[in-house]
């Protein structure tokens, strides 16, 4: 529970629940990784403290307790995002969900000749994943440009879109422009030629609120630890006929139906695809974070980080020195450079002043191409922050142009 008393026409106030955010600290890093409410770190120190026990396989009542408790955070989440309950895969975060997929269902489905169809501003870990699968079968790999707002250019992507097209991953937020997909466009576009779709969902989830039903998509991912809750856990929702036909991924305990040396099978989805002792303390935080994000409300969020990203794009953009990327609409991050200084070099005078962001490619290397740039300074928002933060944000790159001026 958030201990913030909530209420919906107030401005949003919940800096008190992040114990780990000092009076005075801009933490404007939250794309990268989310600091976390206090209900969250209460649900991992109860969970480790008071109720340990491992699942699925205990005949003693603790462990069949927190078997109820692991698979009630699968429940949560399934009801988070709209899915069923054994659609659900537990897994270490976004990157583990994505191989996943490239491994177990196109590593399956995809022949020579196929082709995967990706964006420019994807981040690695929806990049490398189909590149090595395409590698070991043979399959052909395309890219959707951007349009000169930097959103992923759906137009370009419907004239690039053919049969041979078997699978198409695309970010549903970009982690470095904040550009928003189309994502119920996208999958229209993808079905119309028979191809599956993949969302890579880790900025959207703790930003917009997501419905896989409504979206139709195929598969969606995302990271816990993005999200408030705890690093080690993530969710791959695949639709429950595509998990079904799905090989394994990893062999080992808790996946089985039965094992003998002579033949080995399996359990069904989403068990089968969570070989070994899952993060089962993981899945508590996680649960903890969902209840957490939506006592507040996702439209709540949205419509604070929006006003947030204004303020910045705005007071930002009336300084000469900075060029601001992405598109005016970003959800919480916003990514610029100012001219004529390196981006590190932006992040470690803000982070004197106690303002922190992202200075790098950001796991998109590709993207930074397409931008002409060889880095970016970014700064995202999460619940806790306020217009204190882009205040001293602003400040911050004003002392930086004063500095390198
Ligand atoms: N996709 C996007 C858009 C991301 O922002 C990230 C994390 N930066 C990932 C995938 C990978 O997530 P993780 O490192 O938690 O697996």
Redesign the pocket.
């Known amino acids: 529970q958030a201990t913030t008393i909530l209420d919906a026409a107030r401005p949003l106030d919940v800096l008190a629940d992040f114990p780990a955010i000092p009076e005075g600290w801009a933490y404007l890093d939250t794309?990268?990784t989310s600091q976390k409410p206090q209900a969250v770190v209460d649900a991992i120190t109860r969970g480790y403290a008071e109720t340990y026990a491992t699942v699925h396989r205990g005949v003693y009542q603790r462990s069949a307790d927190m078997t109820l408790a692991y698979e009630a955070a699968r429940r949560r989440v399934a009801r988070f995002i709209n899915g069923a309950e054994e659609e659900i895969v537990f897994v270490r975060?976004?990157?583990e969900a994505i191989n996943l997929v490239a491994h177990s269902w196109a590593g399956t489905q995809l022949k020579a000749g196929d082709r995967i169809l990706l964006s420019a501003l994807e981040?690695h870990?929806?990049i490398v994943p189909w590149q090595m699968v395409a590698e070991r079968v043979g399959a052909a790999i395309d890219v959707v440009p951007l349009t000169d707002d930097h959103r992923i250019d759906l137009d370009a992507m419907a004239a690039m879109l053919t049969p041979a097209h078997k699978l198409v991953a695309l970010?549903h937020v970009s982690?470095v422009l904040g550009s928003v997909l189309d994502a119920r466009r996208a999958t229209e576009l993808a079905h119309g030629v028979g191809a599956k779709i993949l969302i890579?969902g880790?900025?959207s989830v703790p930003r917009l609120a997501v419905d896989v039903a409504d979206i139709g998509c195929d598969f969606y991912v995302f990271?816990g630890?993005?999200l408030y809750g705890p690093t080690g856990i993530?969710v791959l929702w695949g639709r429950a006929d595509l998990l079904d036909a799905m090989p394994p991924y990893q062999g080992g305990g808790s996946m089985i139906d039965r094992v003998t040396f002579a033949r080995t099978t399996y359990a069904p989805a989403p068990t089968r695809f969570e070989a070994g002792t899952p993060h089962i303390v993981g899945a508590l935080g996680l649960h903890a974070a969902i209840d957490y994000v939506e006592a507040i409300g996702l439209d709540r969020i949205h419509a604070h980080e929006t006003a947030l990203v204004s303020r910045t794009r705005e007071a930002l953009g009336a300084l000469n020195s900075v060029r601001l990327f992405g598109p005016a609409d970003s959800a919480g991050i916003v990514s610029f450079a100012v001219e004529g200084v390196h981006p590190h070099d932006v992040g470690t005078i803000l982070d004197e002043a106690k303002v922190a962001i992202r200075a790098g490619h950001h796991?998109a290397q590709p993207l930074m191409e397409v931008l002409g740039v060889e880095a970016t300074a970014r700064a995202s928002f999460g619940v806790y922050n306020g217009p204190q933060d882009v205040d001293a944000l602003v400040k911050g790159i004003e002392r930086v142009s004063r500095i390198f001026g």
């Open positions: 794309a990268a975060g976004a990157t981040h870990s929806n970010a982690n890579d880790c900025q990271s630890h993005k993530g796991c």
